[in-house]
């Protein structure tokens, strides 16, 4: 069964750095693009990063690029995201998700509160 | 980017009746290399992770109840539920991924009348 569980998540100040982490099982990490999406309170769900099944390609969306950064490790089968210069707006559930094409396998998330 | 337009942004059906939420892309979506549409339909009830229910614009996942049904290509594209359970109840995301970023519609959310 697969099984994607993140973590990490907090309360963190505007301005704040914020690592979280997804830690996969079930599959071969190896050999899937891993996403991020989160979803604010209320509000829809935003895709936010991508990393290639051998971490060779990477992709964000427009309102993280430059401050995001997606990584992996598949000795630890671990999923990463390095958050900085984090403002209110990036509050919200984030999820890890994968799949061969649509995102067919979710955690259940972490919640990040960006407030000072 | 592209762009994805749900509409309605919220909706309330009889049970038993017909449900119909559109996606507008404003980009195709369609590779001509295969005749494929990269979108798919999820349905995400609250405090679960989002099921993913139709891929390819109208291929329903293993297990999911043929009351759902996805049409369209290219720009324009609609789900469907025949006839709309309890259950069905759920806020529903169309999402491209043609290319990245994988960007999903806003939501459109389905009560009950």
């Known amino acids: 069964e697969v099984q994607l569980v993140e973590s990490g998540g907090g309360l963190v100040q505007p301005g704040g750095s914020l690592r979280l982490s997804c830690a996969a099982s079930?599959?071969?990490?190896?050999?899937?693009?891993i996403h991020w999406v989160r979803q604010a309170p209320g509000k829809g769900l935003v895709w936010v990063s991508r990393i290639k099944d051998d971490g060779s390609i990477t992709d964000y969306a427009d309102s993280v690029k430059g401050r995001f950064t997606i990584s992996r490790d598949s000795a630890k089968n671990t999923l990463y995201l390095q958050m900085n210069s984090l403002s209110v707006e990036d509050t919200a559930v984030y999820f890890c998700?994968?799949?061969?094409?649509?995102?067919?396998?979710w955690g259940h998330g972490t919640l990040v509160t960006v407030s000072s | 980017d592209i762009v994805m337009t749900q509409s309605p942004d919220s909706l309330a059906v009889s049970l038993g009746e017909r449900a119909t939420i559109n996606c507008k892309s404003n980009?195709?979506?369609?590779?001509?290399?295969?005749?494929?549409?990269?979108l798919g339909w999820y349905q995400h009830k609250p405090g679960q992770p989002p099921k993913v229910l139709i891929n390819?614009?109208?291929t329903r996942e293993s297990g999911v109840p043929d009351r759902f049904s996805g049409s369209g290509s290219g720009t324009d594209f609609t789900l469907t539920i025949s006839s709309l359970q309890a259950e069905d109840v759920a806020v529903y995301y169309c999402?491209?991924?043609?290319?990245?970023?994988?960007?999903f519609g806003q939501g459109t959310k389905l009560e009950i009348k």
């Open positions: 980009h195709s979506l369609l590779y001509n290399s295969n005749k494929k549409s990269y």
């Open positions: 998700a994968t799949g061969t094409f649509m995102l067919d396998s």
């Open positions: 999402q491209q991924y043609y290319n990245a970023p994988y960007t």
């Open positions: 079930g599959f071969t990490f190896s050999n899937y693009w």
């Open positions: 390819w614009a109208s």
